[in-house]
C-alpha cells in the first residue's frame, strides 16, 4: 500500500450507531488531518495532530472524537450524529515543514 | 479579508482555450504557496507549487506576487479532462495550510 488509505470508502449511519473512520499513511508522515467536506462546499479542518499530539481541534462537535495512536494512524470516532453531518471526510498527511498534503480517498458518510 | 480568496465560477471555456485563475491572500508572512485540483466527488491533488520566479509544467504555469499578494494558474489548451476545481492554498508558515474555496472550471467539446 502507498499513500493514505481512508476505510470506509462508504458509510451509512443511523443517528444512534457507532462507528469508527481510518485512516493509514505509508509516507512516513508526522501530521495529520480530518477534513470535512460538505456537498458543494469547502474544505473544513476539523483536527489536527503533530507527532501523533492533537495541536488542533477546530471546535468540532463531541460526538467526532479523533484518536491517533500512532504517526501513522487516525481514526475518528462517531456517535450520535446528525443528517447534516452527512459529507465526505478526507484525511491528509504532510511532513512538518516539508510541501503540501497528501490526501486519502475520503470516507463518504451518509447519516440517516 | 478572508485569509484565501478565489473566484468561484464557474469558468465554461471551450477546448483549446487559455483560461488563467487568480487568487490573493491575506497573509502577508506566508511562505509557500500550492495549487491542488479536486474532481467532482474526489479527494484534492496537489497540482504543482508555486514559486516567486514562476514555474511551469506543460500546459499549466503559476505565478505567485508577493506584493500584490496574489496567485495565479494558466492552463493553455485546455482539455476536456481539466474540468475540475482548482484549489488555491497559502501555507502560513506555523499553522495548517488555508485552502481556498476553489474556481470550478468546465471545459466544453
Known amino acids: 500500500e502507498t499513500g493514505v488509505t481512508q476505510t470506509p470508502r462508504h458509510l451509512v449511519m443511523g443517528m444512534t450507531n457507532k462507528k469508527s473512520l481510518k485512516c493509514e499513511q505509508h509516507?512516513?508522515?508526522?501530521?495529520m488531518y480530518w477534513y470535512k467536506q460538505s456537498a458543494k462546499k469547502p474544505l473544513e479542518l476539523m483536527f489536527v495532530y503533530n507527532f501523533k499530539e492533537q495541536t488542533e481541534n477546530n471546535s468540532v462537535p463531541s460526538r467526532f472524537s479523533p484518536e491517533c495512536p500512532n504517526s501513522s494512524h487516525l481514526f475518528l470516532h462517531l456517535h450520535t450524529l446528525q443528517p447534516e453531518d452527512s459529507a465526505l471526510y478526507l484525511c491528509a498527511s504532510s511532513q512538518l515543514g516539508g510541501e503540501g498534503y497528501t490526501f486519502g480517498s475520503g470516507t463518504r458518510l451518509t447519516v440517516v | 479579508r478572508k485569509e484565501v480568496e478565489q473566484d468561484p465560477g464557474p469558468f465554461n471555456v471551450p477546448e483549446g482555450a487559455t483560461v488563467a485563475f487568480n487568487c490573493t491572500y491575506s497573509n502577508s508572512a506566508s511562505q509557500s504557496f500550492f495549487w491542488y485540483r479536486q474532481d467532482c466527488r474526489k479527494e484534492p491533488k496537489l497540482l504543482m507549487s508555486?514559486?516567486?520566479s514562476g514555474n511551469e509544467d506543460g500546459r499549466f504555469t503559476a505565478q505567485l506576487n508577493r506584493a500584490s499578494q496574489y496567485i495565479s494558474l494558466l492552463i493553455r489548451d485546455s482539455k476536456l479532462s481539466d474540468s475540475a476545481t482548482y484549489l488555491c492554498v497559502v501555507n502560513p508558515g506555523n499553522t495548517p495550510l488555508v485552502f481556498g474555496k476553489g474556481t470550478r472550471l468546465s471545459v466544453i467539446a
Open positions: 509516507l512516513g508522515h508526522n501530521a
Open positions: 508555486v514559486y516567486s
